[in-house]
């Protein structure tokens, strides 16, 4: 079976607090990509990063960050000192062999001034 | 500028009534993906083509039609047998590249039910 798990429906956070979203994921496959896109009130997704199964280098690009655990099948994004444009819906997502993306249900992130 | 337009923003249809959404992309892509989105929830794969000529149903093609005769365009018909068409619509795209198959998905389309 394949599946993402974002258990965390909602999260409300302090402006300039850190923030972590959890993601686990289910798969068979040994050869797999794993995403992280934001969704604002707009509604567009934005893609953030994509990472494949085999790399497990964690990843920094400015106040955000990716831990990837093959050994736990996660995939977790940290913002560091949040900020209200950071209000958004965060998602996790898994694409195996097939090319098809698998969604989780997503984060709704609530940044607090 | 490269990227992915979707029209109208929002969308409004009678009982009984086709609609079609339009979906167009400039970043020469080979494959176009359509996605619903209900309130909560996440985004599930209405149908998805890999190449011109040819598409094929994901997981929730009910009710949807589609059509792909250009490189660049991908509409969405959605027909008055699709009981419940209240969402919001996601176009995406990718290339066929092994080495990035990210999908990049255009503002989206709001279909309401009058």
């Known amino acids: 079976a394949q599946k993402v798990t974002q258990a965390q429906t909602e999260i409300s956070v302090v402006e300039k607090e850190d923030v972590t979203l959890d993601c686990v994921y289910e798969t068979r496959d040994t050869t797999y990509y794993l995403f992280w896109y934001k969704q604002p009130p707009s509604g567009e997704l934005v893609f953030l990063i994509r990472?494949?199964?085999?790399?497990?280098q964690n990843e920094i690009s400015g106040r955000y960050s990716w831990n990837f655990q093959k050994s736990t099948s996660s995939f977790n994004f940290t913002i560091t000192a949040s900020q209200v444009v950071d209000s958004a819906v965060y998602f996790c997502a898994l694409m195996n062999r097939d090319d098809k993306i698998i969604f989780g249900k997503g984060t709704r992130l609530h940044i607090l001034p | 500028d490269g990227g992915i337009t979707q029209s109208p923003k929002y969308l409004f249809r009678k009982e009984g009534q086709n609609v079609t959404l339009s979906c167009e992309q400039n970043?020469?892509?080979?494959?176009m993906y359509w996605y619903r989105q209900d309130p909560g929830q996440g985004l599930r794969l209405i149908y998805y083509s890999q190449i011109v000529n040819d598409f094929q149903k994901g997981d929730i093609a009910e009710g949807y039609s589609v059509s792909r005769e250009k490189k660049e365009s991908f509409p969405l018909t959605v027909t008055s047998a699709q009981k419940n068409p209240t969402a919001f619509y996601l176009c995406a795209s990718s290339a066929r590249d092994r080495d990035d198959e990210t999908q990049y998905f255009g503002p989206g389309t709001r279909l309401l039910v009058l």
């Open positions: 970043l020469n892509h080979d494959a």
């Open positions: 990472r494949n199964s085999f790399d497990e």
